[in-house]
């Protein structure tokens, strides 16, 4: 919330300090449950958010030089793989496609892919494989359905959805001519995405546990 306020309001000397707090303070929640995470959930976890981290980092610098935003779209792209990475692993074997919600969210990137890539310039193969990875990260957060509690489940799926909203407004704000400066929407919906997806992964061997505490 701070730092979505101090976007608002364009306070960004400010900004170098509230933005790195987002993810450091879920670094350090996570790093909190480390003892009741699997080896390799804790690593593709980790390596999420420390991208998270560096992808943040990098575009408070991109007025400065290009290569900083080309450095932080590829932090959060590859964030976005181990994420993907995660949530695969954690699927249910059982189910099927969800052909309606992948039909939904495939739509989805079309839209965004055909309003923002008429003023992406050199940028387009970099966001259309960006729009293509956050979709399957968005897609592939449904998959684990019935291997999770309700709540770890809900929680990854609301927060894959928020990061494709923040994601989308500010990929609008950037390219779309005459979108608003929508700071305030991207930083509290990216917040609340990053926030519920770390705690969707903290519990998601809940259920598992569960099994062996009888």
Not at 84 to 109: G, H, P
Not at 169 to 182: D, I, K, Q, T
Not at 190 to 201: C, F, K, N, R, T
Request: charged residues 15%; glycine residues 8%.
């Amino acid at each position: 919330m701070t730092d979505a306020l101090l976007s608002h309001y364009q306070m960004q000397e400010w900004r170098y300090l509230s933005k790195p707090l987002i993810m450091a303070s879920l670094i350090g929640y996570f790093l909190s449950h480390k003892k009741q995470l699997s080896k390799p959930l804790f690593q593709l976890g980790m390596s999420a958010l420390l991208l998270s981290l560096a992808g943040d980092i990098l575009l408070m610098f991109q007025s400065n030089h290009s290569g900083f935003f080309i450095g932080g779209l590829a932090s959060f792209l590859l964030a976005h793989v181990c994420y993907v990475l995660l949530f695969v692993r954690q699927r249910d074997r059982t189910q099927k496609i969800q052909w309606k919600s992948l039909s939904l969210l495939i739509n989805y990137a079309f839209v965004i892919g055909y309003l923002v890539l008429g003023n992406a310039g050199d940028l387009k193969p970099a966001i259309v494989l960006y729009i293509l990875v956050i979709t399957a990260m968005a897609y592939t957060a449904l998959m684990r359905k019935g291997t999770l509690t309700a709540t770890a489940y809900g929680s990854g799926v609301v927060g894959a959805r928020l990061f494709l909203a923040s994601d989308s407004l500010l990929a609008l704000s950037m390219f779309r001519e005459g979108f608003p400066e929508v700071g305030f929407l991207v930083m509290i919906t990216y917040g609340l995405a990053q926030a519920m997806i770390v705690y969707s992964l903290v519990h998601s061997e809940q259920k598992e546990l569960s099994k062996y505490s009888l």
